[in-house]
């Protein structure tokens, strides 16, 4: 009874308070809206001014363009306007196949910032990282630029060079790289087989994501002789910049059975979002490693830290990207449209990964062990055993035990060379192997 009274007593009060401050927040409320209206008014004079008065004859379209970039810019690096050819080029990409140069970019303190080279595009064919910055393009200056008319500059026809300028932190100086356009045909999903796992490489998040997933790991059990044959999964992450929401969730759900995949809140209560996993793991519980590194943004995180919190896969790499917004794409008259922050997502835990991203379980930085040509080179160490023992006993094995160990020995030479190439895939298959070795003894 006391908390109930305790209830209505302050029931009460906020009543009083709201009666006796009505005035207050009305005349403040149309104060504001005066004061946008002089703003907007504020607008249209300086634009007629520039429109009859500056130097040169201006174009009115592309100056209300530059308005709108700007208001949308000054929000936050990933609100923009879309142009009517930009929001076409936009929803094509979406479709898996387009034009350009296959980065996706960013934003940072002026500068052109790559999120993540695409696999296989002319970008990441002529050396461009993750983490680059741009501050050139055909030797103009990005600064000054808007994220559009940065991307605008870098579009062009198929099989036409541009040059971009690149400022890498490990660099001595700035690095001129010259790309050829091409048409960037993205394969969402690649899989392969490394000995007895399934490596499925996801390098964007577009319609074709969960089908191609799907079909992936299909192909993976049928290369190994069945479902039962398979000893776990990687999901290589690495430098994916993500893409659609709608399928973050359901790569996620592919692997997990039940509970919460992500959750997105808006400005507005009302406008809060819980997306949860089905019944149904695409892979029958295998042991999961997940592969991220800084190139790993937005979607990507979504699904790994779903992974992480859920405790259904191991992370492993180098923190990740840190996009923890959600941009809705609002079409307008004129065939254009506007890309508007309206969220933030949460991984289940309740984390927000906005600038932070997802930190790994196990941190290990890709970098390369030695040099493989000169080690080839070079004899191999002579090292002695139990068997050069004049007079050991021999020990006899079956053909099928001297096959078996040829196999497990062909398995660590590959593991052992793919350090050279990529040691945190490498990484990842050890310690696959080790909790397969750990789940059968259970």
């Known amino acids: 009874m006391r908390k109930l009274a305790m209830a209505a007593m302050a029931g009460v009060a906020a009543g009083v308070l709201a009666t006796t401050q ?41 100056l209300i363009e530059a308005a709108i970039n700007g208001m949308l810019a000054s929000l936050d690096p ?6 009517p050819e930009n929001f076409e080029d936009m929803r094509v990409q979406t479709r898996g196949e387009f034009g350009g140069l296959g980065i996706e970019v960013t934003m940072e303190d002026g500068l052109v910032k790559v999120v993540a080279p695409m696999d296989e595009t002319p970008a990441a064919q002529a050396g461009v990282l993750a983490g680059d910055l741009i501050s050139h393009i055909d030797d103009e200056p990005v600064m000054g630029l808007t994220l559009s008319e ?10 036409s060079d541009i040059k971009v300028t690149i400022l890498r932190p490990e660099a001595e100086g700035p690095l001129d790289i010259t790309i050829t356009r091409d ?61 659609l929401l ?7 759900d592919a692997f997990l059975e039940t509970g919460e995949i992500v959750s997105t809140r808006g400005r507005d209560l009302s406008d809060s979002d819980r997306y949860n996993a089905k019944a149904g793991d695409l892979t029958s519980g ?21 992974l992480q919190d859920h405790r259904r896969a191991i992370i492993v790499g180098a923190k990740s990207f840190g996009k923890g917004s959600v941009q809705t794409i609002m079409p307008l008259s004129g065939e254009g449209a506007m890309r508007l922050t309206t969220a933030r997502y949460y991984t289940p835990s309740g984390r927000s990964i906005q600038a932070l991203g997802i930190e790994p379980d196990i941190l290990v930085e890709q970098r390369t062990l030695g040099n493989g ?70």
């Open 22 to 62: 009505f005035a207050g927040p009305l005349a403040a409320q149309q104060t504001s809206t005066r004061s946008t209206y002089e703003h907007l008014d504020l607008f249209g004079d300086i634009f007629e001014r520039v429109r009859s008065g500056y130097v040169e004859e201006v174009d009115e379209q592309k």
């Open 78 to 83: 990933h609100s923009s306007y879309l142009p």
């Open 286 to 306: 295998k042991p999961l490693v997940v592969l991220i590194n800084e190139g790993s943004a937005s979607a990507s995180e979504i699904v790994a830290g779903a």
């Open 373 to 442: 040509a000169e080690e080839a080179e070079q004899p191999a160490r002579r090292t002695r055993s139990e068997a050069d023992l004049r007079g050991s006993l021999e020990n006899v094995l079956t053909d099928e035990e001297r096959e078996q160990m040829d196999a497990e020995r062909a398995r660590h030479e590959a593991t052992n060379r793919l350090r050279n190439e990529d040691l945190q895939l490498a990484y990842a298959l050890d310690l696959l192997t080790g909790l397969s070795v750990y789940s059968q003894a259970q």
């Open 150 to 159: 940065a991307v605008d500059k870098m579009r062009g026809p198929v099989g």
């Open 183 to 243: 048409v960037i045909k993205i394969r969402a999903v690649r899989t392969r087989v490394e000995g007895d796992v399934g490596v499925l490489r996801i390098t964007t998040f577009n319609e074709q994501t969960f089908e191609n997933l799907r079909a992936g790991i299909k192909e993976v059990q049928d290369e190994l002789g069945g479902e039962n044959a398979v000893k776990g999964y990687v999901v290589d992450l690495r430098n994916n910049p993500g893409g």
């Open 246 to 252: 709608n399928q973050a969730i359901a790569v996620s």
